[in-house]
């Protein structure tokens, strides 16, 4: 089992700047990257981010490319989402999830373990 704890998030006026923090604990050894996913009120959760285990391979989606940067610390087994130029759109809960198995980065499907989510919150 690997445990995911979420931490950051918060209210934030539009051109500001939030970052999401997400700590892996448990059997993360055999984990093959995470990623971080939102989901606004009505809407599916979409893919936002992703980084290999190692930190060397990033993915973004194309609506945060330039704005949004996913990094990890392996020391600390910490995946961040450094957010800048928030934009009201941005609003969501976000998931951080990791993966044990290869595939595509964006599908949600391929994730095995979910943190608790965090709101993210955009005013205009």
């Known amino acids: 089992q690997v445990q995911l704890v979420e931490s950051g998030g918060g209210l934030v006026q539009a051109g500001g700047s939030l970052r999401l923090s997400c700590a892996a604990s448990g059997r993360t050894f055999s984990m093959r990257g995470m990623g971080w996913f939102r989901q606004a009120p009505g809407k599916e959760r979409e893919f936002v981010a992703a980084?290999?285990?190692?930190?060397?391979?990033?993915w973004y989606t194309a609506s945060v490319k330039g704005r949004f940067t996913v990094s990890r610390d392996n020391a600390k087994n910490t995946v961040s989402l450094q957010m800048n130029s928030l934009k009201p759109e941005d609003t969501a809960v976000y998931y951080c999830?990791?993966?044990?198995?290869?595939?595509?980065?964006?599908?949600?499907?391929?994730?095995?373990?979910w943190g608790q989510g965090n709101q993210v919150t955009v005013s205009s």
């Open positions: 999830a990791a993966r044990s198995n290869s595939g595509s980065w964006d599908d949600r499907g391929g994730y095995d373990y």
């Open positions: 980084i290999s285990w190692s930190g060397a391979a990033t």
